[in-house]
T-cell receptor, first 116, second 115 residues
C-alpha cells in the first residue's frame, strides 16, 4: 500500500490566489513527521514546512500552512497569495518513528503552475 | 552553512561503464542519505549513513551499487556496469542526529543519463 498519496498530478492557480495541494498518508506508528518540499525545474529540493504527529496546532511558515487532519490521515499544503515563482513540483513526505528514525518516504508529487 | 554539495551535476555515460558521484554534506551533520528520483516520481530512499557507518541499504540498491563515507564527512556513490534503468537523478541529503523537527537538507542532485 502507498504510504504517501498525492492524488493531484497537476494543478493550476491564478497568481495571488490560494491553492491547496492534497496529501494523505498511511502509518500505524503513533509518532511520525510530515514534510513538504518544493522542487523547481532546476532540481533542488527545498524544505517548506513540517508537522509532527503530536503537534496540537497546524504548522505555518509564511505563505505556507498545513491543514493537518490526523483522524483522516491527511496533511494538505495551503499556499496563500500564489506567486509566479511558486510554479514547481511539490512533494509530501513522511518520516515514521521518533528521533531515531531517518528515511523519508515521498509521494509522487503535484506539479503546480501559477498563471499570471 | 554552505549547503549540501553534489558533483557532478550531470553525467552522461555509455551502458556498461562505471560512474561515481560525490556528496559533501553540511559540515555539522552526522547523517547522510542517498535517494534516487526517476522522471515523474518522488525520491526513493537508497541508503543512510550515521557518521561513517552505513546503517541501512534499500533493496533498490543492487550489488552494482556501493556507497561509502570513509571519514564521516563526504560520501561517494558508485554504480558499476551501468544499465539503462539507472538513468535517474541521484539526490544526497544530510541532517543532524536527533533531528526531530529538522528537515533533511538536499543537494542539487546528479542527473545520470545512460546512452
Amino acid at each position: 500500500a502507498q504510504k504517501i498519496t498525492q492524488t493531484q498530478p497537476g494543478m493550476f492557480v491564478q497568481e495571488k490566489e490560494a491553492v491547496t495541494l492534497d496529501c494523505t498518508y498511511d502509518t500505524s506508528d503513533p509518532s511520525y513527521g510530515l514534510f513538504w518540499y518544493k522542487q523547481p525545474s532546476s532540481g533542488e529540493m527545498i524544505f517548506l514546512i513540517y508537522q509532527g504527529s503530536y503537534d496540537q496546532q497546524n504548522a505555518t511558515e509564511g505563505r505556507y500552512s498545513l491543514n493537518f487532519q490526523k483522524a483522516r490521515k491527511s496533511a494538505n499544503l495551503v499556499i496563500s497569495a500564489s506567486q509566479l515563482g511558486d510554479s514547481a513540483m511539490y512533494f509530501c513526505a513522511m518520516r515514521e518513528g521518533g528521533d531515531s528514525s531517518y528515511k523519508l518516504i515521498f509521494g509522487s508529487g503535484t506539479r503546480l503552475l501559477v498563471r499570471p | 552553512d554552505t549547503g549540501v554539495s553534489q558533483d557532478p551535476r550531470h553525467k552522461i555515460t555509455k551502458r556498461g561503464q562505471n560512474v561515481t558521484f560525490r556528496c559533501d554534506p553540511i559540515s555539522e551533520h552526522n547523517r547522510l542519505y542517498w535517494y534516487r528520483q526517476t522522471l515523474g516520481q518522488g525520491p526513493e530512499f537508497l541508503t543512510y549513513f550515521q557518521n561513517e557507518a552505513q546503517l541501512e541499504k534499500s533493496r533498490l540498491l543492487s550489488d552494482r551499487f556501493s556507497a561509502e563515507r570513509p571519514k564521516g564527512s563526504f560520501s561517494t556513490l558508485e554504480i558499476q556496469r551501468t544499465e539503462q534503468g539507472d538513468s535517474a537523478m541521484y539526490l544526497c541529503a544530510s541532517s543532524p542526529i536527533g533531528e526531530g523537527r529538522q528537515p533533511q537538507h538536499f543537494g542539487d542532485g546528479t542527473r545520470l543519463s545512460i546512452l
